[in-house]
């Protein structure tokens, strides 16, 4: 593709200023390097911006690849070294059509590579623009994660055996370390990062057992073995993830914490690392921290309709409190971040306060907390407020002084946001109560009060249909019956009521499930709240007043996610038991 027609039209949708545009075309014609491949490298426009920018110029339409639908017989069509030498790959397969995608569709070698493997197979082909972040992960379908494993460990030359005598015999820090640094070893650590990603896993558990090396990923809520390693691998892995976070790699008697950068199919990933000291030698885990996944859009998370038009409205307003609730790992910073994604505007200051900083975004000050050195949030937040912040972030409202400090900002003519540990929205009044908030304070403080509970999200590949049984009939038939009419009005659902369940498929690695979601219940303060608040409410008469004004509880917004094939009831009905 012409460089100079690929850089105007960057220039002209503005995802390039046109100096830097003039930049990359000299430093394109010093490196003889095409235009293209120099915005690729270093991430100066998103991968999908180019794609559809070159989309619009030769007339080739961009698709996005579903990795999930690739299915074995697809990709033998397409031999890995054809994708690799040409950057092509397949994407799907009909009778009499073979669809592929190309990074470079006016590759003339490419072109005819692809039309000599169409002709042997009796097939027409189809041709769609791809990003190399695409061409990567299709990629990596050829050459699975075991594979990789297995071909460390033999050029390692390890001879997995009871690991007894490893155990007798401890690998020597020094000796660690130096097979910590050899190929096979870090060609191991990345490939279980890529792997980590692709599979969407939140975190990775490197764990010493008496005989072997027990890798796991967490992935919607649930931790799954994906390798087996010898015993001898446990302080070479360790090490190579000490190096990477620039931890103690001599100190294994005590936990460390640390995090690193990495690029991964064209995107920055964090990982955040914590060791463990064991018996069996040093247990590390890693967050995963993808901002394609954690930094998500309130329709994405499961917001919508009236829920939306609540957080819109709340959060619109000049000052107050928007405090989420829900046990730990109910996707409650998430929730923040979304909503402070929407706030993140170039008029206003936003100051966070995190423990510890999940993602990093820009245009937001944010601190990480450090406990032990007298930096909590309490003493934080005092620093905050001599920042001339417009919007406060606060990780978590943990103990009193913390509480009173956060609704004196609100009070102040701040937006506030953050969690508690409650179990629905309605325990949020009678918690700071008891954190010694004055009760008076709260409703000027208090704009909104959210819960939250994570969902397994059913796979749309295999989802299958089915009419309710009598008792699951009766159970949505009275939630619906408790919605308010402006929502029960609008619904589309009729008796008998259909529900989903996904039996598992290729798609969803045979899981039923892929991803998450979560059910939401918001309350907002009126002027009836008010009047409760100030004769020492208890959460059933908060719980009352939420009914009167029309909330979706739990199992409310549970109910009709079920009926949009979204969840399935019964992980709706033990969520909101």
Do not use: W
């Not at 007339?59 to 017989?73: A, E, F, M, W």
């Not at 006016?106 to 072109?111: D, L, V, Y």
């Not at 055996?161 to 820090?173: F, T």
């Not at 709340?314 to 730990?328: E, H």
């Amino acid at each position: 593709m012409d460089s100079q027609v690929l850089t105007a039209a960057l220039v002209k949708k503005n995802l390039l200023t046109k100096e830097a545009g003039e930049q990359i075309l000299k430093e394109s014609a010093v490196s003889q390097k095409p235009v293209e491949d120099l915005l690729y490298l270093r991430r100066t426009v998103p991968e999908e911006k180019i794609a559809e920018v070159k989309s619009e110029i030769i007339g080739i339409p961009y698709q996005k690849i579903n990795v999930g639908s690739l299915t074995d017989d697809l990709l033998a069509l397409v031999p890995k070294e054809t994708v690799q030498a040409y950057k092509v790959a397949p994407i799907s397969r009909t009778k009499d059509m073979l669809v592929v995608g190309m990074v470079d569709p006016q590759n003339s070698r490419a072109q005819d590579a692809l039309r000599f493997i169409a002709k042997a197979n009796r097939l027409n082909l189809g041709v769609f623009i791809i990003t190399p972040a695409d061409l990567e992960l299709v990629l990596r379908r050829y050459n699975p994660y075991k594979s990789e494993v297995e071909a460390a460990i033999k050029s390692l030359g390890i001879k997995s055996g009871d690991g007894l005598s490893s155990l007798q015999r401890p690998v020597a820090l020094e000796e660690a370390k130096g097979v910590a640094e050899e190929a096979p070893v870090i060609k191991l650590v990345a490939s279980t990062f890529r792997e980590a990603v692709e599979r969407k896993a939140s975190d990775i558990h490197v764990e010493p057992m008496r005989n072997r090396v027990r890798v796991r990923f967490r992935m919607d809520g649930d931790l799954e073995e994906v390798a087996s390693l010898p015993i001898e691998l446990q302080q070479p892995l360790v090490s190579r993830i000490k190096i990477l976070s620039d931890l103690k790699i001599d100190e294994t008697r005590i936990p460390q914490d640390g995090r690193f950068r990495t690029v991964i199919f064209g995107r920055d990933i964090d990982f955040r690392v914590a060791t463990f000291p064991t018996p069996m030698g040093e247990k590390v885990a890693l967050r995963v921290l993808d901002p394609s996944i954690g930094l998500k859009g309130l329709d994405n998370l499961g917001i919508v309709g009236k829920n939306a038009d609540i957080i819109q409205e709340g959060i619109r307003k000049p000052f107050g409190m928007v405090l989420v609730t829900g046990p730990t790992g109910s996707g409650k910073t998430t929730t923040l971040y979304a909503l402070l994604k929407i706030l993140n505007q170039e008029d206003v200051n936003i100051v966070s306060l995190e423990d510890p900083v999940e993602y990093f975004v820009e245009g937001i000050n944010q601190s990480q907390v450090k406990p032990e050195i007298g930096y909590d949030f309490a003493s934080g937040l005092r620093q905050i407020l001599r920042q001339d912040p417009d919007i406060i972030m606060v990780g978590e409202i943990r103990d009193n002084e913390t509480a009173g400090l956060a609704v004196n900002a609100a009070l102040t003519g701040h937006i506030v946001l953050s969690t508690l540990h409650t179990n629905n929205a309605a325990g949020v009044i009678p918690r700071l109560i008891d954190m010694k908030v004055p009760p008076f304070l709260l409703p000027s403080a208090l704009n909104l009060m959210m819960s939250q509970r994570l969902l397994g999200r059913l796979c749309q590949q295999c989802r299958e249909t089915e009419i309710a049984s009598p008792e699951i009939q009766k159970i949505i038939k009275e939630e619906i019956a408790k919605l308010p009419e402006d929502v029960r009005s609008k619904l589309i659902y009729k008796e008998p009521y259909q529900i989903f369940h996904s039996p598992g498929c290729p798609a969803c690695k045979g899981k039923g499930t892929s991803g998450r979601i979560a059910i939401f219940e918001i309350m907002k303060m009126t002027r009836e709240l008010e009047k409760i608040v100030a004769g020492n409410p208890t959460e059933a008469d908060v719980v009352d007043e939420g009914e009167r004004q029309g909330m979706i509880t739990l199992r409310q917004d549970g109910i009709l996610k079920v009926l949009d094939g979204l969840v399935s009831i019964e992980e709706v009905l033990r969520e909101t038991e």
